[in-house]
């Protein structure tokens, strides 16, 4: 059985791994899977990430996507992963947005997590996390979701048998994201609230009625996400970026990458991590405030609001990690308006060929809003125009198809004749 510990981050207490456990129950604060690093050999980890070194996947030994990574999970070499093939996205450059977006080098990547198989990178925390759920052997698996957490999870669940509970804020969640928590069997609830009030509830349930909490407080979670920053180094040679630039909501994927290209650098793997960039919507920016104003705390905000369903969070429950995380790598955090958001979901689409939930074009947006405030001298935490920059786009397009409709052109209806088709076809040619 691989070593590792379930620490916290604040007061150093110790959990056993057999215990289930969300939050220290000695201080409350967040908790972090610890491995002994002197224990683990970084040759593997990257031999290991070639694909397909070690067993099939008739036996459950899959390397593959994110277990590939299995020196770096907590989990023993014989473990079974309950898996969708998640992971192993692709990471474009983008020369053109790096033109819109004002990168004059053009070294400019967009890991695109929207094709994940459920269309997020959930997934990479899912694998992780219903793995650990079977291994405990628990009854049942519960979150609460803006959308993309539910689906992934549904789906999970269906693989591993277990029934699945989801939270969801009433009529806050985009169509795309029900139809899978509905149709892949979790029992869903439409709670009147929003989503800081559906975390709070099914926290407390979990408690009580002994089902498995996967939101990203759970530190499993995290293991499966951190991932990504193993292939974003990979695909660069083993080197990390200048920046990596993602979208901020309950705070746990900024946390859970930073994690990774620590222990990629503590592991003698690559020299240097990127510098940790979270972009919130003006209208749910917490930790936007927090960073600003020097706080290593946030001040929940009570009615968050953007078009950015995604991540309209208020109480984010990863943030002590994510403004460590943010500060450590000397990043930056930044909030952009739903229009900035709108404006780089088009520009992806329609420059690149990328299709995103508007959530993942703040990343986008706020690279933009950042680089146009070094325009001259560049200031501490703003873009230097010669980095290496990924940015991460969570969702996929399709998740959201009804604020589609809402910002584009609608197809214009003609008679089934070629003249009639014709005639439109050659205005304002
Ligand atoms: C597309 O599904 O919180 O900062 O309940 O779906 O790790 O929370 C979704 C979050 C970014 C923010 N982009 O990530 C949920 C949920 C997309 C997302 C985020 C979410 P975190």
């Known amino acids: 059985m691989k070593e590792y510990e379930v620490r916290c981050i604040k007061c150093g207490a110790r959990f056993a791994k057999e215990e289930v456990v969300y939050t220290c129950r000695h201080c409350g604060g967040l908790l972090e899977i610890k491995y002994d690093y002197s224990e683990i050999d970084a040759e593997r980890v990257v031999k290991g990430a070639v694909r397909g070194v070690e067993g099939k996947a008739s036996e459950g030994k899959a390397r593959r996507g994110v277990w590939r990574f299995r ?4 989990f023993a070499e014989e473990t079974a992963p309950v898996t969708i093939n998640e992971g192993e996205t692709p990471l474009y450059r983008c020369e053109r947005l790096a033109e819109f977006v004002g990168l004059e080098t053009g070294e400019l990547w967009v890991k695109h997590e929207g094709l994940n198989p459920s269309g997020s990178f959930k997934d990479r925390g899912m694998t992780v996390g219903v793995t650990k759920a079977v291994e405990l052997g628990v009854r049942g698996v519960a979150c609460a979701s803006t959308g993309n957490t539910s689906a992934s999870l549904a789906i999970f669940a269906a693989r591993a048998g277990l029934p699945c509970y989801v939270l969801l804020p009433r009529g806050k969640v985009a169509l795309g994201k029900v139809a899978q928590a509905v149709i892949h069997g979790a029992r869903v609830f439409s709670l009147r609230g929003n989503f800081d009030d559906a975390l709070r509830v099914v926290r407390a349930l979990c408690e009580e009625e002994r089902l498995y909490l996967l939101n990203s407080v759970n530190p499993y979670r995290l293991e499966g996400q951190k991932t990504l920053a193993f292939e ?177 052109e609608v197809p214009t209806e003609v008679d089934a004749e070629v003249d009639a088709v014709r005639r439109q076809l050659l205005k304002g040619v």
């Open 232 to 408: 974003v180094a990979e695909a660069f040679g083993w080197q990390a970026p200048d920046r990596v630039v993602l979208p901020v909501g309950n705070a746990g994927n900024i946390s859970a990458i930073f994690k990774g290209f620590v222990e990629l650098k503590r592991l003698g793997i690559t020299d240097s991590v990127p510098k940790m960039t979270g972009i919130q919507a003006e209208g749910a920016k917490p930790v936007v405030r927090a960073f600003k104003e020097g706080r290593a705390e946030i001040v929940p905000e009570e009615k968050p609001e953007t078009i950015a369903s995604a991540i309209r969070i208020g109480d984010p429950v990863n943030a002590a990690k994510a403004l460590q995380a943010i500060r450590d790598s000397d990043g930056v955090a930044e909030a952009v308006t739903d229009e900035e958001i709108t404006e780089a979901q088009v520009a992806l689409a329609r420059l690149e060929g990328i299709g995103v939930e508007p959530a993942s074009a703040a990343s986008v947006a706020g690279l933009k809003k950042l680089v146009a405030e070094g325009e001259g001298e560049i200031e501490e935490g703003e873009i230097e125009k010669g980095e290496r920059v990924v940015c991460v786009t969570t969702g996929h397009l399709l998740k959201d198809p009804e604020r589609v409709i809402k910002i584009c």
């Open 71 to 74: 020196e770096l999970l907590p």
